[in-house]
T-cell receptor, first 115, second 120 residues
Framework: SAVISQKPSRDICQRGTSLTIQCQVD?????MFWYRQQPGQSLTLIAT?????????ESGFVIDKFPISRPNLTFSTLTVSNMSPEDSSIYLC????????????FGPGTRLTVL | AQTVTQSQPEMSVQEAETVTLSCTYD???????LFWYKQPPSRQMILVIR??????QNATENRFSVNFQKAAKSFSLKISDSQLGDTAMYFC?????????????????FGKGTLLTVNP
């Protein structure tokens, strides 16, 4: 499976500010995904990021709040904009396994606390 | 829409014993995948096991095995010889097969999770 890293691993931010989370993969992957895990909850898909195209957002998530970049086949960023305490969550990126479609592997996650 | 239900919020087991975690799901799809992921306190989501719905044989990965009952829409995880390192939140997840259904739906639908504690 691919080795996935995320930066930062955790952060504490003030209300109204923005945070950009980075996801780096050690191999080229077609599909990257961003999930949110609110405290004590399960994971919810925010968006799917293809290289060279606009991200596809799930219902309830909008580009203005969660802009995503995918500049190449090994890297993606998720920005959480104009944060409020309700945005306090773990944010995880995942990638589809090469040659083994329909299986996703996850990064270590970014724990975000908004005060 | 697909739903995944894990009816056991918490479970505990003694080290070296066997435990079974339950998962049921609801879908109108015929071709799909089911997964178990574990999330230890480090919060890393780790793939434990994967089952293809069109395969009747239950998937096995070392001490981890599943009991897949397609007609009953049940997908339980059995952990044998439980170890302290198995302590984690376990999530059952569903994904529609893109190869059979087409489209671009990569969405994993997760259950709410079962917190498993392995006691020494």
């Amino acid at each position: 499976s691919a080795v996935i890293s995320q930066k930062p691993s955790r952060d504490i931010c003030q209300r109204g500010t923005s945070l950009t989370i980075q996801c780096q993969v050690d191999s080229q992957v077609t599909m990257m995904f961003w999930y949110r895990q609110q405290p004590g909850q399960s994971l919810t898909l925010i968006a799917t990021a293809n290289q060279g195209s606009e991200a596809t957002y799930e219902s309830g998530f909008v580009i203005d709040k969660f802009p995503i970049s995918r500049p190449n086949l090994t890297f993606s960023t998720l920005t959480v904009s104009n944060m409020s305490p309700e945005d306090s969550s773990i944010y995880l990126c995942s990638v589809e396994a090469a040659g083994n479609t329909d299986t996703q592997y996850f990064g270590p996650g970014t724990r975000l606390t908004v005060l | 829409a697909q739903t995944v239900t894990q009816s056991q919020p918490e479970m505990s087991v003694q080290e070296a014993e066997t435990v079974t975690l339950s998962c049921t799901y609801d879908t109108s799809e015929n071709n799909y995948y089911l997964f178990w992921y574990k999330q230890p306190p480090s919060r890393q989501m780790i793939l434990v096991i994967r089952q293809e719905a069109y395969k009747q044989q239950n998937a096995t990965e070392n001490r981890f095995s599943v009991n897949f009952q397609k007609a009953a829409k049940s997908f339980s995880l059995k952990i044998s010889d439980s170890q302290l390192g198995d302590t984690a939140m376990y999530f059952c997840a569903f994904m529609k097969s893109r190869h059979h259904s087409g489209g671009s739906n990569y969405k994993l639908t997760f259950g709410k999770g079962t917190l498993l504690t392995v006691n020494p």
